[in-house]
């Protein structure tokens, strides 16, 4: 990646955390930059200002709602957007949770159909990169991201896809993601 780009990359991260009001503690619960969870409307406003820039706002939803419980949410127009872009799709109960916090495979997932479009789906995943991943539900988009290059930082050999992602984690996903 060429440093120009890593460094726009980086500023639209910046801004699009800073909208989401990472370290902001009436918004987030703490002060300190990345010790935070990312919820699931977070994530959705974060990889839609990443994809379409600082300047978009998504119009607001008309009709019948994507899932049953975002009625009111205040991030409840990036959720239908995000969905209407086919890049969520919820939980089978037609529910969205978008309070829930996003684990790292949940994350895996997302980045790479906001990087490759709603219907990508990684190849079979040949395995062996992390000693946490065989057999999880998100080990091919996981092994994708680690063969493109995408993870942010050195693994040891632990992924911990489980894990709650947090706002530096998904600074980093999102800078790397979008090139």
């Known amino acids: 990646m060429k440093p120009t780009t890593k460094i726009i990359g980086l500023v639209l991260v910046i ?19 990345g010790a935070t969870d990312v919820t699931r409307a977070e994530m959705a406003r974060a990889v839609l200002l990443s994809i379409h820039g600082q300047g978009y706002l998504p119009t607001t939803a008309v009709g019948t709602l994507a899932f049953r419980d975002i009625e009111g949410h205040p991030l409840q127009a990036w959720i239908e957007a995000l969905a209407s872009e086919g890049l969520i799709s919820g939980y089978p ?5 978008p309070d829930d916090r996003v684990t790292r495979g949940e ?28 057999g999880h539900w998100a080990e091919p988009w996981i092994e994708e991201l680690r063969d493109e290059g995408l ?4 693994f040891d050999d632990a992924f911990r896809p489980d894990d709650i992602l947090t706002f530096a ?10 090139p």
């Open 15 to 33: 801004l699009a955390l800073t909208a989401c009001g990472s370290g902001q503690p009436d918004q987030v619960g703490t002060t300190e930059a």
């Open 93 to 97: 109960d037609g529910t969205f949770r």
């Open 107 to 134: 994350a895996s997932v997302l980045l790479l159909r906001a990087r490759y479009g709603p219907t990508y789906f990684p190849p079979p995943a040949a395995g062996g990169s992390f000693i946490d991943v065989a």
């Open 151 to 154: 993870l942010p930082a050195p």
């Open 169 to 178: 984690e998904m600074g980093e996903y999102l800078a790397l993601a979008n």
